[in-house]
């Protein structure tokens, strides 16, 4: 398990911590195989965190810091990485700062993707 701390100043407004959690429970009812999963938001002792699944592995960044990805391996992450924000999509959860920082690739070469539910993600009105 990871837990992820949310930046205080992202929920030190009732209004913005409200959107918060509303947010994080809605990435947390995503179930998908691309995607991280989210298990529980709570609090403690006034920080907010996220209970996420570990994953063993490396992010996209790291990788591309290494030396530059083979073309079928760049595609094959990206392909994996588009299907799972997909699949966000299309529960209605749009993501506005997708990188490589947020796609971790487990020994296995599966995609994880992790940076929903911080200040990036929203729900679109239906």
């Known amino acids: 398990m990871a837990l992820k701390f949310v930046a205080p100043h992202l929920v030190s407004d009732q209004a913005v911590r409200k959107r918060f959690e509303r947010e994080a429970k809605a990435v947390a009812a995503l179930d998908h195989p691309n995607i991280c999963t989210v298990f529980e938001i709570d609090e ?73 539910g911080f200040s990036a993600a929203h729900r679109r009105d239906s």
Request: net charge positive; no cysteine; glycine share 6%.
């Open 44 to 116: 403690a002792e006034g920080a907010i965190f996220l209970a996420m699944a570990f994953v063993e592995g490396r992010t996209a960044k790291e990788m591309i810091a290494e030396r530059p990805l083979k073309l079928q391996k760049a595609l094959d992450i990206a392909t994996q990485t588009a299907t799972g924000i997909r699949a966000a999509h299309e529960k209605g959860i749009v993501h506005r700062d997708i990188k490589p920082a947020n796609v971790m690739i487990n020994p296995q070469e599966q995609v994880k993707y992790h940076g929903f």
